[in-house]
T-cell receptor
Framework: EDQVTQSPEALRLQEGESSSLNCSYT??????LFWYRQDPGKGPEFLFT???AGEEKEKERLKATLTKKESFLHITAPKPEDSATYLCAVQAVPQGGSEKLVFGKGTKLTVNP | ETGVTQTPRHLVMGMTNKKSLKCEQH?????MYWYKQSAKKPLELMFVYNFKEQTENNSVPSRFSPECPNSSHLFLHLHTLQPEDSALYLCASSLQEAGVEDEQFFGPGTRLTVL
């Protein structure tokens, strides 16, 4: 069974204090790993897709990396507007079914000014 | 704006009511999804439609009934719900085309409360 575990559950940072969020996964065959940001009362907003170990993608203060077992979302010099819940999801190579996403519970990030 | 809209945004219903949630995507996508998001739990996939055909039913109780009349519209019909069905219901869509990066785009969700 495909599984996604995110840690920590919650993270408080001071503005400018860099850190990383972790997403560990087990999947029969990885087709893609997705990072989303979700603000309270809103739907998840797509950030990145990673497909193979060693791949990295960046967007503003965020950088996502991927290994064969986990992904990290690095946040450099965060600002209060980066506060949100960050969701990780994996998509397995389809085996007779649809290519569904399996989500983790998310990491709630709070950045204090 | 992600190009996926959902109505209503908030819904309160009794256990004997019948209501419907509506989702519309303006992205030209071929696949549409219903998810349930409860507190402290991961997003749970409920249904998947590809080109209007249901391809996934994730063991969802029959009191939830999806309908996909075309590739742009998706409905979730609700009847005789239970209080534990209270949650945020999210609709998503994706291109679902071979060889193309296939992220899912989500709507803002419908916050459902069952009394």
């Amino acid at each position: 069974e495909d599984q996604v575990t995110q840690s920590p559950e919650a993270l408080r940072l001071q503005e400018g204090e860099s850190s990383s969020l972790n997403c560990s996964y087990t999947v029969s065959g990885l087709r893609g790993l997705f990072w989303y940001r979700q603000d309270p009362g809103k739907g998840p907003e797509f950030l990145f897709t990673l497909y193979s170990a060693g791949e990295e993608k960046e967007k503003e203060r965020l950088k996502a990396t991927l290994t064969k077992k986990e992904s990290f979302l690095h946040i450099t010099a965060p600002k209060p507007e980066d506060s949100a819940t960050y969701l990780c999801a994996v998509q397995a190579v389809p085996q007779g079914g649809s290519e569904k996403l399996v989500f983790g519970k998310g990491t709630k990030l709070t950045v204090n000014p | 704006e992600t190009g996926v809209t959902q109505t209503p945004r908030h819904l309160v219903m009794g256990m004997t009511n019948k209501k419907s949630l509506k989702c519309e995507q303006h992205l030209g996508h071929n696949a549409m999804y219903w998810y349930k998001q409860s507190a402290k739990k991961p997003l749970e996939l409920m249904f998947v439609y590809n080109f209007k055909e249901q391809t996934e039913n994730n063991s969802v109780p029959s009191r939830f009934s999806p309908e996909c009349p075309n590739s742009s519209h998706l409905f979730l019909h609700l009847h005789t719900l239970q209080p534990e069905d209270s949650a945020l219901y999210l609709c998503a869509s994706s291109l679902q085309e071979a060889g193309v990066e296939d992220e899912q785009f989500f709507g803002p969700g419908t916050r459902l409360t069952v009394l």
